[in-house]
């Protein structure tokens, strides 16, 4: 499709940057613009496929009955089975689960894999519940999503909140459901039962190769550079221990429990021994001193990585934040009203649907070696990896040279494209 619309800026948006469907819908509208996107595609595109709400009645250890609230959105289904994670967080909500399941179509067409994109969540505090409780949970979330999931239908991962023991449950249930054993049904899977070799570092390591590739386009020296992390989970510590073994310094660090700041750069690796020795969190790490966690991001570094949670990046601190490059580990980190603000500042932002896409990559060649019965090298998973996300980086800033777009924008643009013009082949009724 041909470009026929200039880029404009568009006005700053205050009021609904809390709300990530809305924070990527404007994105989807500049986009839709500029690649002329005709009302059929933009209406197919824009809602999702399927949205399913259940109530999951579940024993607690106290042996009272819970009814927890979950949800299941399929955005799309244009390039293949949806794929997209399940969160369990007490702030999960529809709006949320569907920003995020259009965030996957898009982020599967950057990288060019044959998905579609979904996402589920439950309202839950799981660190506050058991091992019980929880196993109870998801297997009764199986139960109900069975005609939802399947292994060329839909294929959940983790998310926030879950990961391999969640994952292997709900292999376990879904696998009773349907009479046979279905390792393709999800992905994140412990390695013993069908898990990839690089999948827990896989995201972590596409964050480190797009911010290496933005530090080759902006003429910078990794072992010169500064960077500050948000979130130390499973995105933020790769990225940290990945961008840190490359030779850049990392001055600052946070998770829930607060934000650590050393000028002199942290010891990452020390920081993951800590955190795994005390219950996943950094406080009381003595490597680093304490800081105002909101100083985090508007700290004297480079470049800053969010990998933790929506919306750190809003108007409000955008016009202070001093560093040259932006790398979102985080699903929507940014909100759009920030984009202008950023944009203005000429910070260059690897997007998150181009950013984070290491970890359904490596999620896709899971799920192609349990369809081919076979065991791929982490040295072959890392190359395929490292390559598709290198390619899609340099695809991106092509097209955002071409128009003179944010890279943000033009990953919505890559995005939509693929879709699109695969939807007009496939046709529909
Ligand atoms: P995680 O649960 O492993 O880690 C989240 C981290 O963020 C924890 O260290 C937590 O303490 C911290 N955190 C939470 N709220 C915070 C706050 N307000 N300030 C600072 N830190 C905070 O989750 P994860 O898998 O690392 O996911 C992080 C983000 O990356 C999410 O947006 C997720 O959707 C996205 N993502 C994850 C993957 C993946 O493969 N895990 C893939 C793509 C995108």
Redesign the pocket.
């Known amino acids: 499709m041909a470009a026929t619309t200039v880029y404009k800026e568009p006005a700053p948006q205050v009021g609904n940057t809390e709300n990530p469907l809305e924070s990527m819908m404007s994105r989807f509208n500049i986009a839709a613009e500029i690649l002329g996107l005709d009302d059929t595609s933009y209406e197919v595109l824009k809602a999702p496929d399927k949205q399913v709400i259940v109530h999951l009645p579940v024993m607690m250890d106290d042996g009272k009955v819970h009814v927890f609230e979950g949800y299941r959105v399929v955005h799309n289904t244009i390039l293949g089975p949806s794929k997209g994670?399940i969160?369990y967080d007490k702030n999960v909500n529809l709006d949320e689960v569907k920003a995020?399941a259009a965030w996957m179509t898009w982020k599967c067409a950057v990288v060019d894999i044959p998905y579609g994109g979904a996402k589920g969540g439950i309202i839950c505090e799981p660190t506050t519940m058991s091992v019980g409780e929880l196993e109870r949970l998801t297997r009764a979330y199986t139960v109900s999503m069975k005609d939802v999931f399947g292994p060329d239908r839909d294929i959940p991962?983790?998310?926030?909140?879950t990961g391999p023991r969640e994952m292997a449950w709900i292999m376990d249930e879904f696998s009773k459901a349907v009479g046979q054993t279905a390792s393709a049904v999800v992905t994140?899977k412990p390695l013993v039962m069908g898990g990839s070799l690089g999948r827990t570092e896989?995201?972590g390591r596409g964050v480190m190769v797009s911010c290496l590739a933005a530090l080759a386009k902006l003429g910078m020296k990794p072992e010169e550079t500064s960077v500050a992390v948000?979130?130390?989970?499973?995105?933020?510590?790769w990225a940290s221990k990945l961008l840190f073994d490359k030779g850049l310094k990392v001055k600052g660090v946070?998770?829930?429990?607060g934000?650590y700041w050393n000028e002199n750069g942290i010891n990452i690796d020390e920081a993951i021994a800590y955190k795994n020795a005390h219950s996943?969190?950094l406080e009381g790490f003595e490597g680093a001193e304490p800081m105002d966690?909101t100083k985090l991001l508007i700290s004297a570094v480079d470049v800053i990585v969010p990998?933790?949670?929506?919306d750190?990046i809003t108007e409000h601190n955008a016009p202070h934040i001093q560093a040259k490059l932006i790398v979102e580990?985080?699903?929507?980190?940014t909100s759009a009203s920030a984009d202008p603000i950023i944009n203005e500042k000429g910070i260059l932002v690897v997007p998150?649907i181009l950013a984070?896409?290491g970890?359904?990559t490596v999620s896709y060649f899971e799920w192609v070696q349990n369809k081919q019965g076979f065991k791929w090298s982490l040295d072959m998973v890392t190359d395929r990896a490292d390559r598709i996300m290198a390619d899609a980086f340099e695809k991106v800033y092509a097209v955002s040279l071409k128009y003179n777009i944010p890279m943000r924008i033009a990953a919505y643009v890559v995005a939509i494209d693929k879709v699109a013009q695969t939807y007009k082949y496939r046709g529909g009724y």
Do not use: C, K, W, Y
């Open positions: 994670g969160r995020l991962a983790p998310d926030m909140g994140g896989a995201t948000q979130g130390f989970g499973n995105v933020g510590s946070s998770d829930i429990s934000a996943g969190r966690p990998a933790a949670v929506e750190v580990g985080a699903n929507g980190p998150d984070n896409s970890g359904v």
